[in-house]
Structure formats: C-alpha cells, structure tokens
C-alpha cells in the first residue's frame, strides 16, 4: 500500500518561509508525478506544483511562481516544497499526491499538513 506522509506545517509570519516535506512509501516508482493541492478552509481544493518523475520537471501554478519551489530527493521518494514570501492567503491545508506513469488521475493522497500564514 502506498502511504504519503506530509510534514514540516506551521504557523508563520506573513513574508517567511517554510519548507513542506512529503515521504513515500509502498510499492512507489520514482517515475511516478508527485504533486502538491492545497485547500483553503470554504475553497475548493487547488493545484500548487508538480514534479514529473520521468524528466524531473516541476510546473507550477501560475499564481504561485516564483515564491514556490518543489523538488524531490528521488532516492528517498521526498517531495519537498518551499514556500517563501508567505501570504496570509496562502493559509490552507497542503496535501501530498502521487499520479503512477500513465494515469490522469492522481491516485494516491496523503493526511495533508496544515499551513497559516498570520499577517
């Protein structure tokens, strides 16, 4: 079975960093796309950032260039996202998902980590 476990959530000041972490495990493929959704409390749940396992590429949200990062340590099957320049809209609750090569759909979620940004 495969498990994804978020961590490393918080509260922060408006304009800080944090660094979110997503470890596999199960039966994974480093090929597989692993991604972040966030969902804001009374918002539909939202795309962040991806990671395509087969050429390492991330793509983003458009809204959320360039203050979010998201890269992997493969051999460890970790996604990582950094977040800096936080806003207080960016308060949410972050979830890990992984997509296996092939498949549209993303199939496999994790427990989520909560995030608040204070202004």
């Known amino acids: 079975q495969v498990q994804l476990s978020e961590s490393g959530g918080g509260l922060v000041q408006a304009g800080r960093s944090l660094r979110l972490s997503c470890a596999a495990s199960?039966?994974?493929?480093?090929?597989?796309?692993m991604a972040w959704f966030r969902q804001a409390p009374g918002k539909e749940r939202e795309f962040v950032a991806a990671?395509?396992?087969?050429?390492?590429?991330?793509y983003y949200a458009d809204s959320l260039k360039g203050r979010f990062t998201c890269s992997r340590d493969s051999a460890k099957m970790t996604l990582y996202l950094q977040m800096d320049r936080l806003k207080p809209e960016d308060t949410a609750l972050y979830y890990c998902?992984?997509?296996?090569?092939?498949?549209?759909?993303?199939?496999?979620w994790g427990q989520g980590t909560q995030v608040t940004v204070s202004s």
């Open positions: 990671l395509r396992g087969t050429d390492d590429i991330a």
């Open positions: 199960g039966p994974t493929d480093r090929l597989w796309t």
């Open positions: 998902a992984v997509r296996p090569v092939g498949w549209t759909e993303y199939t496999y």
